[in-house]
T-cell receptor, first 117, second 115 residues
């Protein structure tokens, strides 16, 4: 089954304790992205990756890091989490521009709910 | 400036009736795509329907249709014959042609279907 898998689904942690949210897709997609969802703001892009070893900042990258060492995985790293990073996080993937139809949607993971105390 | 505006934070609709969710967008790129996603209370994002800027006809997918008015820069979602399972948050999103596949999202509209 084609899917984007995020782990953990829920996490409560404390300020300053490094954490990693994993994301893996089995569709051989080049493009992967992280979003955060906050009430009244919709989803905002944190970081994205066009392919292995190619990453770039989205709209709200402060306080986050990513890496793309393999095509299928795109972990989100919070080196020193703070309460303002409490949010619902989504990983998404799709084919790159040159390889897929323009109307293809991004495939989303089921979300990770982070609470930073 | 906000790229996607959804002005209805919440709506109620009677079962079996139709409901229209508003979405306006802002872009200077002639090539763009508009997407609607559904987010039920369980949290996952479900793709519903797509409209391309060059599409001549309004998109339809089952009970979902998109009322695309290019000159007004609006892409309203119409859900016909509402069902209890349609109760969810709905997001309008846009991808502009010159960029990668980044989606710009609106704030969302919560729909509650009443029996």
């Amino acid at each position: 089954e084609a899917q984007v898998t995020q782990n953990p689904r829920y996490l409560i942690t404390v300020t300053g304790k490094k954490l990693t949210v994993t994301c893996s897709q089995n569709m051989n997609h080049e493009y992967m992205s992280w979003y955060r969802q906050d009430p009244g703001l919709g989803l905002r892009q944190i970081y994205y990756s066009m392919n292995v070893e190619v990453t770039d900042k989205g709209d709200v990258p402060e306080g986050y890091k990513v890496s793309r060492k393999e095509k299928r995985n795109f972990p989100l790293i919070l080196e020193s989490p703070s309460p303002n990073q409490t949010s619902l996080y989504f990983c998404a993937s799709s084919l790159s521009r040159g390889r897929g139809p323009l109307n293809q949607p991004q495939h989303f993971g089921d979300g990770t709910r982070l609470s930073i105390l | 400036a906000q790229k996607i505006t959804q002005t209805q934070p919440g709506m109620f609709v009677q079962e079996k009736e139709a409901v229209t969710l508003d979405c306006t967008y802002d872009t200077s790129d002639p090539s763009y795509g508009l997407f609607w996603y559904k987010q039920p209370s369980s949290g996952e994002m479900i793709f519903l329907i797509y409209q391309g800027s060059y599409d001549q006809q309004n998109a339809t997918e089952g009970r979902y249709s998109l009322n695309f008015q290019k000159a007004r820069k609006s892409a309203n979602l119409v859900i016909s014959a509402s069902q209890l399972g349609d109760s969810a948050m709905y997001f309008c999103a846009m991808r502009e042609g010159i960029s990668d596949y980044k989606l710009s999202f609106g704030a969302g509209t919560t729909v509650t279907v009443r029996a």
